[in-house]
């Protein structure tokens, strides 16, 4: 089976501060992905990357910014947290392109105070 | 408009009936159609995944796909408590994202 780990379920965190949120796969995908999940708006693509050292743009990267250094591996970075990016992150991963057999993780739920 | 749209629920029904949940879309470049169950506070899990028109059985699930009225669906028959979450539609093209719907959120009750 698929898994995805993400570091943390739950964060607190105050404005201002950088953010780190860590997403590890252990079945040797391409691809990941960063989302985010609020409700009434679904599930929002923030950014994704299809190799080591590549990164995409998402429909909200605004505020946010990515680091791929480990084909396992993938950061998602909040340079200077806001309350509006108060929300569920999930990590996601898939093999081959178009990638859309994607797998999730837990998500980790931010707050922003 | 959105380019995929979910009915938000809460869809309420007994034990042991038949849910039909849907969506619709926009977009009819879409060539590839998924379900996700997602339990609270956890992450959505792939259920289905289907590709062009037609039907697909697993187990108590059934995916159809109707690409000529833009319309999928996921039938649930002999619900269980167990199913209660909240069911994703996405689709995608190729393109290198997916689309997802806001989610229905269903109770099945003993």
């Known amino acids: 089976d698929v898994k995805v780990t993400q570091s943390s379920r739950y964060l607190v965190k105050r404005t201002g501060e950088k953010v780190f949120l860590e997403c590890v796969q252990d079945?040797?995908?391409?691809?990941m992905f960063w989302y985010r999940q609020d409700p009434g708006l679904g599930l929002r693509l923030i950014y994704f990357s299809y190799d080591v050292k590549m990164k995409e743009k998402g429909d909200i990267p605004e505020g946010y910014s990515v680091s791929r250094e480990k084909k396992e591996r993938f950061s998602l970075i909040l340079e200077s947290a806001s309350t509006n990016q108060t929300s569920m992150y999930l990590c996601?991963?898939?093999?081959?392109?178009?990638?859309?057999?994607?797998?999730f993780g837990p998500g980790t739920r931010l707050t922003v105070t | 408009q959105k380019e995929v749209e979910q009915d938000p629920g809460p869809l309420s029904v007994p034990e042991g009936a038949i849910v039909s949940l849907n969506c619709t879309y926009s977009n009819s470049a879409f060539q590839y159609f998924m379900w996700y169950r997602q339990y609270s506070r956890k992450g959505p899990e792939l259920l289905m995944y289907?590709?062009?028109?037609g039907n697909k059985e697993d187990g108590r699930f059934t995916a159809q796909v109707d690409k000529s009225s833009k319309y999928i669906s996921l039938f649930i028959r002999d619900s269980q408590p167990s199913d209660s979450a909240t069911y994703l539609c996405?689709?995608?093209?190729?393109?290198?994202?997916?689309?997802f719907g806001t989610g229905t959120r269903l109770q099945v009750f003993p």
């Open positions: 996601a991963s898939s093999q081959g392109r178009p990638p859309h057999e994607q797998y």
């Open positions: 079945m040797d995908h391409e691809n």
């Open positions: 289907t590709y062009s028109s």
């Open positions: 996405a689709m995608g093209h190729n393109t290198d994202k997916l689309i």
